[in-house]
Nanobody, 126 residues
Framework: QLQLVGSGGGLVQPGGSLRLSCVAS????????IGWYRQAPGKEREGISAINSNGERMYYANSVKGRFTISRNNAKNTAYLQMDALIPEDTAVYYC???????????????????WGQGTQVTVSS
């Protein structure tokens, strides 16, 4: 299990951008997939993006594909989620997460994940 610290949320106008960060610590952190889930009020938690350990494979939910970009810097033990063209429907609490095969978990719609960071609020509103 890893320790994850997420940051970067805030209030932004529709069409704006934000970048979330997730710093991982713990043994073998660079061998884990890292990504983000989000949960809007009254909705189920949704896996939106993940990246594998070497950064060569990514997963994006249809709801964010083409607008969000995930990346990681293993030298800094940090993953990033660049969120562009934000819309009000992106308003949610965003949680970074890590697991040995997070990409597969997101494809299954599974949120039984080994490691979670604290949530960060993203609000898209004019």
């Amino acid at each position: 299990q890893l320790q994850l610290v997420g940051s970067g949320g805030g209030l932004v106008q529709p069409g704006g951008s934000l970048r979330l960060s997730c710093v991982a610590s713990g043994s073998g952190s660079q061998t884990y997939d890292i990504g983000w889930y989000r949960q809007a009020p009254g909705k189920e938690r949704e896996g939106i993006s993940a990246i594998n350990s070497n950064g060569e494979r990514m997963y994006y939910a249809n709801s964010v594909k083409g607008r969000f970009t995930i990346s990681r810097n293993n030298a800094k033990n940090t993953a990033y989620l660049q969120m562009d063209a934000l819309i009000p429907e992106d308003t949610a609490v965003y949680y970074c997460a890590a697991d040995r095969d997070l990409i597969a978990a997101m494809f299954r719609g599974d949120d039984n994940i080994a490691s979670w960071g604290q949530g960060t609020q993203v609000t898209v509103s004019s």
